[in-house]
């Protein structure tokens, strides 16, 4: 159990009381703000992308629900309307006639159905693409900000280079 007088593992105060004696190694003064601009305008953008892509994919899956069910619905009014219109069919040349009308119809409609889906497949793979790009930029432009503040920060870090005095030679003295 760590006391004052025997610290713990995770006493940094003693480290960093060393830090002056390691050296020319430099230590970048982490000061809260170095990164804090730049850190809080990357995370609103890399948020705003995480955003938009879910806004996306939730507008399109409620987009392609709503499609997929209306059409369900619009097929089984017309199963049963086919139902019924066999329930009042006499001949059995009108019988063929229904279903005939019936199965034409019903292929049609489940073409023209599934490619509507796959073009709102198609759009919607479109747009989460490019969601999917702008957060990849983000992402690229955040490494590279940040790289650019950590080496403000070392560079703060650096000891400033003392300007060396260049000596004058003495005159030389005429022996005689």
Known sequence: MPT?????????SAMMADWPKM??????T????AFAEREDLMEAKTVAGF????????SHAEQAFSDHMDFVSHRLREDFECAKSLSQSTAPEETM???QDFYSRMATEYQEHFEKQAAMFRESFSESAAAVEELSETAMESVSEL?????ESLAEAKPAAKPTAT????????KS
Do not use: H, I, V, Y
């Not at 955003?51 to 939730?58: E, R, S």
């Not at 000596?167 to 005429?174: D, F, I, L, V, Y």
């Open 4 to 12: 004052k007088r025997n610290t713990g593992a995770f006493d940094f």
């Open 23 to 28: 050296g020319s190694w430099p230590m970048p």
């Open 30 to 33: 982490f000061s809260n703000w």
């Open 51 to 58: 955003q938009k892509m879910g806004q996306t994919m939730w």
């Open 97 to 99: 006639a229904t279903l």
């Open 147 to 151: 790289s650019k503040a950590a080496e």
């Open 167 to 174: 000596r004058r030679k003495p005159a030389a003295t005429a």
